[in-house]
């Protein structure tokens, strides 16, 4: 039923918003042919893994050299310009799998959500709902019925400023959309601007990037204008150029921060604090329509220049990852529109409001008595919470005009959020929106359309200000270098106890200070905890929270300048005819690259030729050689970090000439176990020692000499060196008497020698 009264309502109403029609028919087309396989734009988005000089991003489209160009490279992020369409999708798979891209994507189009302009009106029913409202046509003024207290609780807030004695900060919000008329009278007070820059000089005072960028940016025509005008003989003054018309975003600035008490135009909801508005245009032309590169870049910047807040009245339905990236590694909190085409948003997603992110609000606009209209986009699971924004009356370029749509709802909740702002120190994105859920005035017409239903009440929202948690402590880092082959592994652990969450952590080589990392716009990212580099030196680490505490910490990446360890050992064969080395290398931090061996006395400079001495395979550290003749061998190792050692052994075959046994005879029992102990000379000899049994039915010896005496009677033990050398021991066994057990215990203790090792029989 619902959807059907909405159908109806879009129909009849649809003619007299002409204007805004053009970009909603716009975003429908969009949506009914997004099967078909087309490219929006000739362009494709690139976020890299780290930093990236430009010469290492041409190497890595070289496959493609004839057909692309680099448009804009900052730092981490490319927008590549494709000339052959028929390349596109193939090139953006090909930049998907390169290790060095954390992901590519078409660079899509956005639009603006709410550019309509009806009429002109001269009121402010969001601020003050007193049940009517003056609502001007181009014929003649009319009041409007609306249902009394459907506001924001504005006026009450204004009072609990003025009464308050708390001191309050200056409030930057970022307005991403179109250009903001920075010298209407009604906004030049409030505008953001950048003191460390020169207007017009020129030059990149502050070294951010961009040049004369005093309000902001302009995205669109990649300059500092800001706004673009055009003299209108009829109205005697400099209006929006209708080629690049910049009302929208004007109109959004002065629903946050018009000037109050100024005796003209309006008065913005955040206008009784110190609020500054940050211009950054991203759409233009005739129809308010922009790239999702340039909104990347905005973020990025009002992230960079220190924004609180960021408005953004406007959207797309296809989904843009990498926007989504650069809004989770910011630390402001982003107002997003949620769409005027009357439609679901759990089933049409608009983004970025239906990005799942703790420091975003989505909105969707009502009317005057607390309705959503025909074309307020809605959403159980994906709209948040509702705002006025139908018939909203505010700045455009060089006057005033009325416009409707969730752009106009959104500024409102984004002063609102300006307002607690410059109440409170350390507060952060994820506190801030839930205090604003927390606060809504309800609406019960809302129940089912929104997740929470009701609009903000400014007057709560400040009244419990002071339950905000705050995070006053820069988070913590600490370091731990592994060593992996010919690379470093640095390990970064992080803690932020404050409780706003870790936001980012960068990197760069070099000793750096806070400032260099542009608050974590600048620098290459730590995934996963860890950074991998070949360079040994001085690294500085940059952490920062969704609170706006910084830290940055350097860290000293120690070159692997200790050699592996060798130790060796040898054997000679019974027959004199080999010898046997057994290598074990270790190292401790790079690993070991590569063991060999050579015969005589060598230096560690002559393994390096390629062939030069034998290469030997370690299996768990350990390896072992076989060579045929006595001498001086060298054996080399070096690790990954190319340190070398070498160590020499002196095989030297050394022959027994004497050999005894420390008994010649013995008396076992059966079942018992007799250790021969051997003494030859000399003790250096590599001689091998044999054992042999003259009777295995009676008695039996292993290699080391181990005798088990299994049955009574008599056996010789022989024992006999390399060299030839015999020794022997006559063992008698005897059997177990039950009887005398005790008795032979006794005598056994008393006769047996130190020299003896007997493991009785165990006994029955």
Request: glycine share 8%; hydrophobic share 35%; aromatic share 8%.
């Amino acid at each position: 039923m619902r959807k059907k009264m909405r159908y109806r309502l879009k129909r009849n109403i649809i003619w007299i918003l002409i204007i805004a029609a053009s970009f909603i028919m716009l975003r429908s087309s969009d949506h009914n042919e997004k099967n078909i396989e087309s490219h929006t734009t000739d362009e494709i988005i690139v976020l890299f893994e780290k930093a990236m000089i430009e010469e290492n991003i041409h190497e890595l489209l070289s496959p493609y050299k004839n057909e692309v160009v680099i448009e804009r490279h900052i730092d981490d992020y490319a927008l590549i310009k494709v000339y052959n369409s028929s390349i596109f999708t193939e090139l953006m798979t090909y930049l998907n799998d390169q290790p060095e891209v954390q992901l590519a994507q078409e660079n899509i189009r956005i639009s603006t959500l709410g550019f309509t302009n009806d009429t002109y009106i001269d009121t402010q029913w969001a601020i003050d709902n007193t049940g009517s409202y003056t609502y001007i046509t181009d014929t003649g003024e009319r009041k409007k019925k609306s249902v009394e207290g459907i506001d924001l609780d504005v006026v009450e807030a204004w009072k609990l400023l003025k009464k308050s004695k708390k001191p309050k900060r200056e409030v930057v919000v970022a307005i991403i959309d179109t250009g903001i008329d920075f010298t209407h009278p009604d906004l030049a007070e409030n505008m953001w601007i950048n003191r460390g820059e020169i207007d017009g000089d020129g030059i990149d005072n502050d070294h951010n990037g961009y040049i004369d960028d005093v309000y902001g940016w302009d995205f669109y025509n990649d300059d500092a204008s800001v706004c673009h005008y055009k003299y209108s003989e009829k109205y005697d003054g400099y209006l929006a150029d209708p080629m690049d018309n910049d009302n929208h975003g004007t109109h959004v600035a002065g629903i946050i921060a018009a000037v109050v008490d100024n005796d003209i135009g309006i008065a913005g909801v955040a206008s009784n604090i110190d609020i500054k508005v940050m211009a950054l245009k991203i759409n233009g032309g005739d129809n308010g329509s922009g790239n999702m590169s340039s909104a990347i870049e905005a973020v990025k910047y009002a992230t960079m220049m220190g924004a609180d807040i960021c408005n953004l009245s406007w959207g797309t339905t296809q989904k843009a990852n990498a926007l989504e990236k650069v809004m989770r590694e910011s630390d402001m909190l982003f107002i997003a529109a949620a769409g005027n085409t009357g439609d679901n948003n759990n089933e049409i997603p608009i983004y970025p409001a239906n990005f799942d992110m703790n420091n975003l609000i989505s909105v969707t606009f009502i009317n005057s008595s607390g309705e959503l209209t025909g074309l307020s986009n809605y959403g159980s699971k994906t709209v948040d919470i509702a705002a006025p924004g139908q018939d909203i009356y505010s700045t455009i370029v060089g006057s005033y005009a009325t416009m409707t749509g969730s752009s106009m709802a959104t500024p409102h909740v984004s002063a609102i959020a300006a307002m607690l702002y410059a109440c409170e120190e350390n507060i952060y994105p994820s506190g801030v929106r839930k205090l604003m859920i927390n606060s809504l005035k309800p609406l019960p017409k809302l129940d089912g359309e929104v997740k929470y239903a009701g609009i903000p009440s400014a007057y709560q929202v400040l009244s419990e200000s002071g339950t905000l948690p705050r995070d006053e402590g820069s988070p913590v880092m600490s370091f731990t270098t592994q060593y992996s082959k010919d690379r470093m592994d640095v390990r970064i652990n992080v803690e932020d106890a404050g409780g706003s969450g870790l936001r980012v952590v960068k990197w760069s080589y070099g000793e750096k200070n806070v400032e260099d990392f542009y608050r974590g716009t600048v620098g290459s990212g730590v995934e996963k905890s860890t950074i991998s580099v070949a360079k040994a030196g001085v690294y500085t680490f940059y952490a920062s929270d969704y609170a706006g505490n910084e830290t940055v910490q350097t860290y000293l990446v120690d070159q692997d300048k200790t050699p592996p360890k060798i130790k060796a050992s040898y054997t000679v064969a019974g027959n004199y005819k080999s010898r046997t080395v057994t290598v074990k290398v270790t190292d401790d931090q790079s690993g070991i690259k590569r063991v060999k061996y050579m015969s005589g006395t060598r230096k560690a400079e002559e393994f390096l030729p390629a062939g030069a001495g034998t290469l030997l395979v370690l299996k768990n550290g350990k390896a072992s050689f076989q060579i045929k003749k006595d001498g001086t061998y060298t054996l080399f190792a070096i690790d990954n970090r190319g340190n070398m050692t070498t160590k020499l052994i002196k095989v030297e075959t050394v022959k027994a000439y004497n050999l005894k046994l420390g008994r010649v005879s013995k008396s076992l029992k059966v079942g018992d176990l007799y250790q021969l102990r051997t003494y030859i000379k000399p003790t250096n000899t590599t001689d091998k020692i044999t054992f042999a049994s003259s009777n295995k039915k009676i008695a039996t010896v292993d290699e080391n000499g181990m005798v088990s005496a299994l049955a009574p009677g008599k056996a010789t033990i022989t024992a006999k060196t390399s060299s030839g050398i015999k020794a022997t021991c006559v063992i008698t066994i005897e059997e177990i008497v039950k009887e005398a057990i005790k008795e032979e215990e006794q005598t056994d203790s008393q006769t047996n020698s130190s020299d003896d090792t007997v493991t009785p029989a165990p006994k029955e």
